[in-house]
């Protein structure tokens, strides 16, 4: 799908183009490419005169093949941008293409971060005087974006805080405390490398003298707000690390106890287990065996044998 982008009036206005002829006659400042089909990328090369290789969201780590400019004056970036759902957190690859003053973005899912853009420019006028502040604006839209999903991790911690450290824990509840940390951990493992990402991408568009004086002081400013940032995932891991390991803490509790409860049975058992022993035996001369009361004498002897290390064990607390 083509969104394309016009500035009127300060403000930032949207069609979706589904006929090369409709896109003719407008002058875009950014033409967003969703999932672009090939013929979409042919109207493009007919409309603007770029070229759209299909690898052109690659997965490349290198910063010279993800931040670069061509000969013709194309500006490449390749960015990760976060998607935070409550089911499968992600990150996802978008390249952008600056050429004559028209910022292209191709990417394979919509973005929140996009969606947040253009409702913002909708409504705040002059947010948007060209291309480059498209970009800027997206990657502090990005910045602001990552801080929110941080708060929500700081909000789900400190509910699985109150269950794992405020309560007794069953196992059933630590493995629940568990799923809940790791799905976290992720999020927040995503949150700094879209984090990282951004910072490389900003601070290209910095080196690369593309911006006047006022989205030079912007981009500053994004990356002093993505220096917090790191502090923030930071401590966040710290406090996931220790969750973590209370989790598993009493989960291992959880489990010497058991462990504990089948030690005192057996430590109870071997007394009775060596009284039948020795009445197992099949001596010819055993005196209880010929009187009437040796079976009732072995079964209370067993019997008290048992509540003898039972009652010593309570005593001692080692069984609490």
Avoid: C
């Avoid at 997965?59 to 499968?88: C, K, M, P, Q």
């Avoid at 991790?153 to 940390?181: F, H």
Wanted: hydrophobic share 45%; aromatic share 10%; proline share 4%.
């Amino acid at each position: 799908m083509l969104n394309v982008f016009t500035l009127a009036s300060g403000r930032l206005y949207q069609e979706e183009i589904d006929q090369p002829d409709t896109m003719a006659a407008l002058s875009p400042v950014w033409v967003d490419l969703e999932a672009p089909t090939r013929q979409e990328k042919d109207w493009i090369q007919t409309r603007f005169g770029l070229h759209i290789p299909d690898d052109v969201v690659g997965e490349d780590l290198e910063e010279s093949a993800r931040f670069y400019e061509e000969d013709n004056g194309e500006l490449h970036i390749r960015s990760d941008f976060l998607i935070d759902d409550d089911v499968t957190p992600r990150n996802v690859r978008v390249a952008f293409i600056l050429y004559n003053n028209v910022l292209f973005s191709v990417h394979a899912e919509d973005l929140p971060v996009f969606r947040l853009l253009r409702l913002r420019a909708r409504r705040i006028p002059a947010l948007i005087e060209d291309a480059k502040d498209v970009l800027l604006k997206l990657y502090d839209a990005d910045a602001e974006y990552s801080a929110d999903a941080l708060e929500g991790i700081y909000d789900n911690l400190e509910k699985v805080s109150a269950r794992v450290l405020k309560q007794e824990v069953d196992d059933r509840a630590a493995g629940e405390a568990l799923g809940a940390i790791a799905h976290e951990e992720d999020l927040n493992g995503r949150i700094r490398r879209n984090v990282m990402d951004t910072r490389r991408a900003v601070s290209f568009m910095m080196r690369s003298r593309m911006l006047n004086a006022e989205q030079f002081e912007e981009a500053r400013q994004i990356m002093r707000d993505i220096d917090s940032l790191d502090s923030h995932t930071a401590f966040l891991f710290d406090k996931i690390n220790f969750l973590m390991d209370a989790t598993v803490g009493f989960i291992n509790i959880n489990q010497n106890k058991i462990i504990k409860i089948f030690s005192v049975a057996s430590v109870a058992l071997l007394p009775p287990t060596l009284i039948a022993s020795i009445y197992g035996m099949n001596f010819a001369h055993m005196p209880e065996l010929s009187q009437r009361w040796g079976y009732p004498f072995a079964l209370g002897l067993m019997v008290a044998s048992v509540a003898a290390p039972l009652i010593y064990f309570r005593r001692k607390g080692w069984m609490r």
